[in-house]
């Protein structure tokens, strides 16, 4: 369902792995699977950046924050969150496609992303850029088969204010 790459160590993802393969979350080197893996049907994950041993999950509202080490992933702990989809970790927070900011550690929600006329939901493409203080949304407006402007909404990471929007016609 998802793969990340372990910061500083190009040659080991993690892999969210669909239920009917054996399901979970195992890291891999090169080829090589650790031994020890986490179950469940995690739908997305991502490394904490600054610490490569910790990696997080998301699925179905319960954040999951796990261990990496020489044998694996083992689960540290669990936390249900509003937050939900995709998740992203940028300078110490973890970001959903759903807009919910979340302290990585404990659940928490430090902020949500939102603003007049537009929907985010937990399919919402995004990106995030700490460097500049910035969160983007990529949002729809019609049906996607049918002509329609597509909106990158952007955001400041700390008070959670749209700043401004490119649309993107058709």
């Known amino acids: 369902r998802d793969l990340a790459v372990q910061p500083g160590n190009t040659n080991t993802l993690a892999i969210s792995r669909p239920t ?13 699977q650790r031994p020890s893996t986490v179950g469940g049907s995690d739908v997305s994950i991502t490394f904490n950046t600054a610490d490569p041993s910790r990696l997080y999950s998301m699925s179905s509202g319960t954040l999951r924050r796990m261990i990496v080490n020489a044998s694996g992933v083992t689960l ?3 936390a249900n969150v509003s937050a939900n989809g995709d998740i992203r970790f940028d300078n110490g927070r973890l970001y959903s496609s759903n807009g919910q900011v979340l302290d990585p550690e404990t659940g928490t ?32 407006s019609g049906a996607p088969e049918t002509p329609h402007t597509t909106t990158v909404r952007v955001f400041d990471q700390q008070t959670f204010v749209p700043v401004g929007t490119i649309d993107i016609p058709n």
Do not use: C, E, H, K
């Open 76 to 78: 540290a702990s669990t």
């Open 20 to 32: 009917f393969a054996s399901g979970g979350i195992a890291i891999y080197d090169a080829l090589t």
């Open 109 to 140: 929600t430090f902020g949500t992303f939102i603003g007049p006329g537009f929907t985010i939901n937990q399919f919402t493409p995004f990106t995030t850029d700490s460097t500049v203080s910035r969160a983007f949304y990529l949002t729809f």
